[in-house]
């Protein structure tokens, strides 16, 4: 049993910040959240944000406005999103890895986030 879940997610008028959170936890093994994508309808699941052992990686459409946060305490990894555009709408999804082997990886149910104009 898996268990993945977003958090966070709004409506906000163009130029305001939302901080989403992803916890992750497993029955068997122990699950940690790595990243976020979003998607639009009709579009793919497009790459965001991410953590490898400590280093950051964002695509170039957020840089400088999105910053992830880890909490290793909580299992917790938050995205913090600045200077929101209309662009920026979308479901955002938690990628989560298993921490032992074999690896697995699984997505949350997703948080909508609705930036107006």
């Known amino acids: 049993q898996v268990n993945v879940v977003e958090s966070g997610g709004g409506s906000v008028p163009a130029g305001g910040s939302l901080r989403l959170s992803c916890t992750a936890s497993g029955s068997t093994f122990s699950l940690n959240p790595i990243a976020w994508f979003r998607q639009v309808p009709g579009k793919q699941r497009d790459f965001v944000a991410s953590i490898d052992n400590g280093s950051h990686f964002y695509a170039d459409s957020v840089k400088g406005r999105f910053t992830l946060s880890r909490d290793d305490a909580k299992n917790t990894l938050d995205l913090e999103m600045n200077a929101l555009k209309p662009e920026d709408t979308g479901v955002y999804y938690c990628?989560?890895?298993?921490?032992?082997?074999?690896?697995?990886?699984?997505w949350g149910q997703g948080t909508q986030v609705t930036v107006s104009s």
């Open positions: 990628r989560a890895r298993s921490a032992t082997r074999p690896v697995t990886h699984h």
